[in-house]
């Protein structure tokens, strides 16, 4: 990888056989987590930010790749446009209204767009 390439996987693993700086990489579970709360999945996020489902029938690290970049992206515009705490609160209330869950059931944020 470059000097300027950033690196977001939705759980970084030391297992993987990559020699990345720790400067560039970029953990979702960590952009999108509050302090002494649980972390929230890729597949949580997707489906309430992204109104995305991955993950369905099985693991696809190529889509759980996108889905990482996609909220790298997302998590920049709600910093700049000053919301980002403010949804951050709210996945969390719907976290634990739906006890984590995944369903199929209307995503909750429709009004955050990429």
């Known amino acids: 990888m470059g000097a300027g390439t950033l690196f977001t996987p939705s759980k970084f693993s030391p297992s ?11 953990d979702t579970v960590e952009l999108f987590h509050l302090p002494r709360q ?4 890729l597949r949580f996020l997707s489906k309430h930010l992204l109104q995305k489902q991955i993950q369905v029938v099985t693991h696809c690290s190529v889509e759980d790749a996108k889905a990482a970049m996609d909220l790298y992206e997302l998590y920049k515009k709600l910093k700049q446009e000053g919301t980002f705490e ?16 995944v369903s199929d059931e209307d995503v909750v944020n429709k009004d955050v767009h990429l």
């Open 16 to 26: 993987l056989d990559l020699v990345v700086p720790q400067e560039q990489i970029i």
């Open 38 to 41: 649980r972390k929230i999945s």
């Open 86 to 101: 403010e949804t951050l609160q709210r996945i969390y209330q719907i976290g634990r209204s739906c006890n984590w869950r």
